[in-house]
């Protein structure tokens, strides 16, 4: 079974900390996603990669960046965590993206903003 | 724009059947997910279509009309289990996922 996995369930932060969100998966795939989750929106993508060292800005990347040293590890980084970045944040890894395979999630990270 | 439509909430007795749908639009098409996702919990995958027509797969089936922009996901014999949410998505042209907001379906004993 395909295995993504987010380093924290649950994280409260203060407002202007820098925050990390890992994230690693274990079947090898190319593609992995940021993603988050707020009531009544759909899933927004933050960021994607492709492959090592190459990142993608998805629709809402402002105030995140990301970084992928190795295939396996996706991290997002809050550079100054704000308030209104308090959402659940999902990460996903799926294969190529010219091929209609489906995305498998981590549990996701419920970040609170104080 | 890109859009994914679906209800936002919907009410099913144990036992029953019930269908939940989807209207989307996105620039080109590569097929439409359903997922599914308990409250807490990550989303896990229901089913894909990228062809017209009914895929079953037991008590859950998929469908799409490409004509038409939609697609449904029906759910047979109802359990209390399948209280959760049910997420639509789009791959469009450059194979980028369109998320719906979700439908949350409660399910009543």
């Known amino acids: 079974d395909v295995k993504v996995t987010q380093s924290s369930r649950y994280l409260v932060k203060r407002t202007g900390e820098k925050v990390f969100l890992e994230c690693v998966q274990d079947?090898?795939?190319?593609?992995m996603f940021w993603y988050r989750q707020d009531p009544g929106l759909g899933l927004r993508l933050i960021y994607f990669?492709?492959?090592?060292?190459?990142?993608e800005k998805g629709d809402i990347p402002e105030g995140y960046s990301v970084s992928r040293e190795k295939k396996e590890r996706f991290s997002l980084i809050l550079e100054s965590a704000s308030t209104n970045q308090t959402s659940m944040y999902l990460c996903?890894?799926?294969?190529?993206?010219?091929?209609?395979?489906?995305?498998?999630f981590g549990q996701g990270t419920r970040l609170t903003v104080v | 724009g890109q859009n994914i439509d679906q209800p936002t909430e919907m009410t099913a007795t144990e036992g029953a059947i019930v269908q939940i749908n989807c209207t989307y639009q996105?620039?080109?098409?590569?097929?439409l997910f359903w997922y599914q996702q308990h409250a807490g919990e990550a989303p896990t995958f229901l089913s894909y279509?990228?062809l017209d027509g009914l895929e079953e797969k037991g008590r859950f089936s998929s469908f799409l009309s490409r004509s038409k922009g939609y697609s449904y996901l029906l759910l047979k014999e109802l359990q209390m289990k399948d209280s959760a949410s049910y997420l639509c998505?789009?791959?469009?042209?450059?194979?980028?996922?369109?998320w719906g907001a979700g439908t949350k379906l409660i399910i009543k004993p």
């Open positions: 990669s492709y492959d090592v060292k190459m990142k």
């Open positions: 998505a789009g791959k469009d042209s450059n194979y980028q996922l369109i």
């Open positions: 996903a890894s799926s294969l190529m993206p010219d091929r209609a395979t489906e995305a498998f």
């Open positions: 279509n990228v």
């Open positions: 079947m090898d795939h190319e593609n």
């Open positions: 996105t620039s080109g098409f590569n097929g």
